[in-house]
């Protein structure tokens, strides 16, 4: 069941950057060589724009998603622990980025029971 979840996910993403490939004109996928490791900051930059993508469509996946993702584009987190991280420096640098990428990122990616990492229970955003 969850392997199939996973890759309608996982279709679901690759929609939604075909999408943003077409709306920008740049080719959001290296089609020449899936394997290769990408730099941080290139981790960063996507998992913001997968964000603004699936947010667009009230779409939240699973860090363990996102994971399975950037797996296959070459950059593997060991755990769900080590994506949050990557998620939580990639809201840190689209926060003067661009406001409404980093309100997307904080509201796209999930934890495996679908809550918002920042979220405590009382729905409010931390104070920062």
Same mark, same amino acid.
């Not at 080719?27 to 490791?37: F, G, V």
């Not at 949050?84 to 990639?90: F, H, K, M, W």
């Given at each position: 069941?969850?392997?199939?979840?996973?890759?309608?996910?996982?279709?679901?993403?690759?929609?939604?950057?075909?999408?943003?490939?077409?709306?920008?004109?740049?080719?959001?996928?290296?089609?020449?060589?899936?394997?290769?490791?990408?730099?941080?900051?290139?981790?960063? *930059?996507?998992?913001?724009?997968? /964000? !603004? +993508?699936?947010?667009?469509?009230?779409?939240?996946?699973? =860090?363990?998603?996102?994971?399975?993702?950037?797996?296959?584009?070459?950059?593997?987190?060991?755990?769900?622990?080590?994506?949050?991280?990557?998620?939580?420096?990639?809201?840190?640098?689209?926060?003067?980025? *661009?406001?409404?990428?980093?309100? /997307? !990122? +904080?509201?796209?990616?999930?934890?495996?029971?679908?809550? =918002?990492?920042?979220?405590?229970?009382?729905?409010?955003?931390?104070?920062?």
């Amino acid at each position: 069941m969850w392997e199939m979840f996973a890759y309608r996910v996982h279709n679901v993403c690759l929609s939604a950057i075909h999408a943003l490939q077409f709306i920008s004109g740049e080719s959001l996928i290296k089609e020449d060589n899936m394997a290769e490791t990408m730099t941080n900051e290139e981790v960063y *930059d996507f998992i913001g724009e997968l /964000a !603004i +993508a699936l947010y667009s469509k009230k779409i939240r996946i699973s =860090l363990g998603a996102l994971r399975v993702i950037l797996a296959d584009k070459g950059r593997d987190y060991n755990n769900n622990r080590g994506m949050a991280t990557g998620v939580s420096a990639a809201y840190r640098r689209w926060k003067d980025k *661009d406001p409404v990428v980093y309100h /997307a !990122i +904080a509201y796209t990616y999930t934890d495996k029971d679908g809550n =918002l990492a920042w979220d405590k229970g009382n729905g409010e955003i931390p104070a920062r």
